[in-house]
Every structure is written in C-alpha cells, then in structure tokens.
C-alpha cells in the first residue's frame, strides 16, 4: 500500500533524511561555479560607468535627464532577447547536451563583450548588448546539469553553494568596471600613451570578463564532461535524412513510454498552467521586477548630479559602493539564509524580503535630501550604507520563492519546464524594469514631478500591488 506524504512550503522537498548523503561531486561541481561566474560578470562590469558611457556617446546631446532613457534600453536588452531564447536553448540541450550549448554561451558572452568595449555608437551597444541576451541559454542549462549532478540526498547541499558565484561576479563586476574605465585618465603612468585605450575608454573593464569567459569556455571544452545520456550529435540534427529522422522519431517515443512507465511523465505546456504554477510565477516575476528596478535605478542615482535629485559619484565610487553589497549578501545569503528560512518558513521570509522595497525606494529621496542640505557628510554615508544592508532582504525572496515553485509543479518530470516558465516571465519583467524604471527617473527629473522623486512613488506603489500578489501565496501546499 502507497504511503503518501504530505509536505508544505517549509519542508524541503528534496530531503531524505533516510538515505546517506551522497558526496557531491566535487571535480565537475567546481567547474560549473567557474564557468557561471561569467555571467554576473559580463553582466555587472557595466553598472559603474554606462551612465557615464551614454554621456561619452553624446547621444543625449547634453540634456542630463535623458541618460536614464539610454542606460534602461541597454540593461533591459539583454533580458529581452534572452526571453526569446532562454526556453529554446534549454530544450536544444535536451537533445544535443549541456555542453555544446554552455560553449555556444560562453562564446557568444566573451564575442559581446569584446564588442561592447569596442563600440563607440549608441547602436553598436544596442547589438552587442541584445547579441549578449540571445546566445547565452546558460541559466537555464546549469540548473540542469546541477540536476544531474547531483541527487535527492545531496542537491540543497548543492545549491547551497550557487549564491558563490553570483555573489563573486556581483563583487568583482563592479570594481572591474569602475577601476578600469577610462584608463589613459585614472593611470596615465601606466596608459597615458596608449592611443587605443584612448579611443575606447570602456575596452579595458570589458575585456577583463570577455578574456575570462573565453578561458572558462576552454576550460569547459576540455575538462566538463556531458551530463546528458546519449546526446545527438550536431551533425544528425543538421544532415540528417527524413527517414532517419521518422526512425528515430519512432524508437525516442517508444522509449519514452517504457520510461515513464513506473515514474511520472512530463506534462504537455498546458497542463502546467495549474493556479499554483500561475501564482508561483507572478509572484517570482514581481520580485524580479521590484529586484531589477532597484538594481538599475541605483547606479544611475548615484551618478546623477546632486541638484538634479542624484549624488554625483564618479564611477570608481559607485564600482565600491556595488561591490560591498555584493560582499555582504554573498555572506548573508550562506549563513544566514538557512536560518531564517527555518524560522519562518517560505512565505514569511519572501513577503519580507517584497516589503523592504518599501523602504528601498523611500531611501533614494532621504539620501538626495541629506545630500543636498549636508553635503558629503557621515550622515550620508551612514544612510548609504542602511540602503546597502536593507537591499539584502529581498535577495532572501529568491530562495523562498524556487520552493514554491518547485511545489507549484505538478509533478517531478515537469519541474525543468516549470522552472522554464517561470523563467520565461522572469526574464519579460527584467527587460521591462530597468528601461521603464529609467526612463520614469529620466522623465521625474526631467520635469520635476513630486521635486523629481515621482519613480520612487510609482515604485512604491509596484510594491504594494507585489505584496498583494504574494499575500495569495498558500500557507501550505501539497504535492
């Protein structure tokens, strides 16, 4: 007779606290973080001196309230191509395997960023930036090879260890592109005769994540090994005939059954749309929106002159300033995640982590205010550094919300096309959020609406819609 388990959100779907733990492997492990690292790299260099890079370009024509235009249509690219793209690289992966579509990534993140530092027109960042989105289907595809990685007994040991890399990339993003910006400037000793340099300021910061995403690719090349039993090879996919094609049609789909005999079968697309599924992912979709609208508003804040509702910091400031959040919440998210969580389980900690924003947005005015009646005292840096540990809580929200989903799904075999729907939905509002959020701060100070503070309001208001969203989430749910 079947024993049925009942499991909320507050248990954690993968234990099982009868089997030894398997020992992760190791080897392969370690590769994955190395060649993940160069996403939050190439995507995090930018942040520090892409304001400034708009106003270099002149595109604006002088006119400051129109950088925010420019800086959000360049960091909403990349997730906006990448929506298009990130469900079909995953399924291609199913077939032909992870690694060639991890390589194809990798390559196209090194090809985009070499071309990034190289472009001197408003148009050339435009492509390379959309090039960056569409060829990399990594996100997707690492989450399965850490699948197959690992299994029941030792996969949230895992991912216990993901937040490493991002955490890394988030910290050495943005000191790379604030250190290295405008080299022939900042060192002249050392690139002062460098007319190449010259020419492209921005070269040198985006070269350093290109040159180690073309090593990671070699290194992916040689030593990763497939995860994917039996992958077809490329050239079956491209020259293969139409009877082979039927053929092997035929025996995949018989297989297919005696497989799924015994264990669940994965779901058409439409039998995902399930309530759970459907609430799971808009509430993942609101975090990355409120998540992405604080993350791209911040630097342009930072940048923007005080008189014009900003704090006027040169990019280096703004590369520190990023790197300390990144520091601190690679921390917090491995001590102390865990702890919380089990404290107050999946929707405590993910409404929490939703209504901080509250207070984020709220902060961007104070500190404009500070700075505009005190000048660059320690009152303002205190107040930075409030906004820097409170934009830590709703990283928490990430973790509580993949329980969810993984909950929501209807059942094990659909959990990857699960995860891809909502991954999906993720990556529209991350291309929506920054351009809208920008171009909203562009347009508040522009015309002075609400003393040039309207974005923070609407966003205020986003977040309280957010909460709303994740007041629906259940209390308990079933698998």
Not at 249 to 278: A, C, G, M, N, W
Request: charged share 15%; with cysteine; glycine share 8%.
């Amino acid at each position: 007779m079947a024993v049925t388990h009942e499991a909320d959100e507050e248990t954690p779907l993968l234990q099982t606290p009868l089997k030894q733990r398997t020992p992760l492997p190791w080897f392969q492990f370690t590769l994955v973080l190395f060649l993940q690292l160069g996403e939050p790299l190439t995507s995090q260099v930018i942040y520090p001196f892409v304001p400034q890079l708009v106003r270099d370009l002149g595109i604006t024509g002088g006119d400051e309230s129109k950088v925010g235009y420019y800086v959000g249509i360049m960091q909403s690219l990349f997730f906006f191509t990448q929506a298009f793209t990130v469900l079909h690289w995953s399924r291609l992966s199913d077939r032909v395997g992870r690694k060639p579509v991890i390589l194809v990534g990798l390559a196209g993140l090194s090809l985009s960023m070499y071309c990034f530092g190289l472009s001197t027109t408003f148009w050339g960042l435009v492509l390379s930036r959309a090039l960056n989105g569409a060829l990399n289907g990594n996100i997707g595809v690492i989450k399965s090879i850490m699948a197959e990685l690992t299994d029941s007994t030792n996969i949230s040991q895992a991912y216990a260890y993901m937040p490493i890399a991002w955490s890394t990339g988030g910290t050495l993003g943005p000191i790379i592109g604030g250190s290295l910006s405008r080299p022939a400037e900042r060192f002249p000793s050392l690139f002062g005769n460098n007319e190449f340099l010259k020419k492209y300021p921005y070269f040198l910061p985006c070269a350093v994540p290109a040159t180690y995403t073309l090593f990671a690719w070699l290194i992916t090349y040689l030593l990763l090994k497939e995860t994917v039993r039996n992958p077809i090879p490329l050239k079956d996919i491209f020259f293969k005939s139409k009877e082979k094609k039927k053929l092997d049609q035929l025996v995949d789909s018989q297989t297919t059954i005696y497989e799924h005999d015994d264990h669940e079968k994965p779901l058409p697309l439409r039998s995902l749309l399930t309530f759970p599924v459907i609430i799971a992912a808009a509430n993942y979709a609101f975090l990355a929106l409120v998540d992405i609208a604080f993350r791209a508003i911040q630097p342009l804040f930072f940048s923007t002159p005080v008189e014009l509702g900003g704090l006027g910091l040169p990019p280096p400031t703004i590369g520190n300033i990023l790197s300390t959040f990144g520091i601190l919440n690679g921390a917090f998210q491995i001590f102390f995640f865990a702890r919380i969580h089990d404290r107050w389980g999946s929707k405590k900690v993910f409404m929490t982590g939703i209504a901080s924003g509250i207070l984020l947005f709220l902060s961007f005015p104070v500190i404009n205010h500070i700075a505009r009646t005190e000048g660059y005292t320690t009152k303002l840096w205190i107040a930075i550094g409030f906004q820097i540990i409170l934009s830590i809580l709703p990283s928490l929200s990430y973790g509580a919300i993949f329980i969810f989903i993984q909950a929501a799904s209807p059942n094990k075999a659909s959990l990857g096309a699960t995860n891809g729907l909502c991954q999906v939905a993720v990556s529209v509002m991350r291309a929506i959020g920054p351009a809208a959020t920008n171009s909203m701060f562009s347009l508040s100070i522009a015309n002075n609406y609400m003393g040039g503070y309207l974005v923070y309001y609407l966003l205020v208001l986003i977040v309280g819609v957010a909460i709303f969203v994740a007041s629906i989430l259940p209390s308990s749910m079933h698998r």
